[in-house]
């Protein structure tokens, strides 16, 4: 079945620091990529999201580019913020016509990051 | 705010017990998706329903069931709690039959077995 691998936490960087939280997934077709950010007492939010091979999604300086050939989806930010401190999922869904029926998301288990002053 | 509303926000109840979740999508989405957030098990997929019809069922117990009524909330309902069954539960919505465009969570409902 799908899965999604997560780079394990948790991850602390020094603020401006340069980031990457790797994730790779396993299914058939051609999923659709995302990831979600959960801010400490909240639910997951929505931070990007990609459908294609080769689309970046990008939001609030994050950036992820779907690689169909590394079947990756890594997450980057140029220059981190403590506001940034959360817990972050990478997440698949299966593409919708191939597989009606059974759209749920599948998470990676999350990488906790925390960004010192 | 998201637009998934979630009550309670927090459930303290003993083992043995029986209790009901109840999610109310965003506006406009026919799906609603439950979501099990525990320390050790991470998100796991519970259950999918579109448009009052369950379409996918994940991991879960026998014990817990949901619906999803013609108003298009949905209620989870856990039965025979367990101190296992502690843990947060969230509820998602989406705009389609599908997830291409990814969910809508709500801030979901810590429970507590005692």
């Known amino acids: 079945g799908d899965s999604v691998t997560q780079m394990e936490g948790p991850v602390t960087l020094s603020e401006e620091a340069f980031l990457t939280i790797n994730c790779t997934y396993t299914?058939?077709?051609?999923?659709?990529l995302f990831w979600y950010v959960q801010y400490p007492g909240e639910g997951l939010q929505l931070l990007l999201k990609?459908?294609?091979?080769?689309d970046k999604g990008s939001n609030k300086g994050f950036e992820a580019t779907y690689r169909k050939e590394t079947t990756s989806f890594h997450l980057e930010k140029g220059s981190v913020q403590v506001s940034d401190s959360a817990v972050y999922f990478c997440?698949?869904?299966?593409?919708?016509?191939?597989?009606?029926?059974?759209?749920?998301?599948?998470f990676g288990t999350g990488t906790r990051l925390t960004i010192i002053p | 705010d998201s637009g998934v509303t979630q009550t309670p926000k927090h459930l303290i109840t003993a083992t043995g017990q029986r209790v009901t979740l109840r999610c109310s999508p965003r506006?406009?989405?026919?799906?609603v998706y439950w979501y099990q957030q525990s320390l050790d098990q991470g998100l796991q997929f519970l259950i999918h329903?579109?448009?009052?019809?369950?379409?996918a069922k994940g991991n879960i117990l026998e014990r817990f069931s949901a619906q999803q009524f013609p108003d298009l909330h949905s209620e989870l309902n856990l039965s025979s709690l367990e101190l296992g069954d502690s843990a947060l539960y969230f509820c998602?919505?989406?705009?389609?039959?599908?997830?291409?465009?990814?969910?809508?969570f709500g801030s979901g409902t810590r429970l507590t077995v005692v």
């Open positions: 990609a459908t294609k091979a080769d």
């Open positions: 997440a698949l869904s299966p593409n919708r016509i191939s597989n009606f029926g059974n759209e749920k998301l599948t």
């Open positions: 299914a058939t077709g051609y999923p659709s």
């Open positions: 506006s406009g989405d026919l799906s």
């Open positions: 329903y579109y448009n009052g019809e369950e379409r």
């Open positions: 998602a919505s989406s705009g389609g039959e599908g997830t291409g465009y990814g969910y809508t």
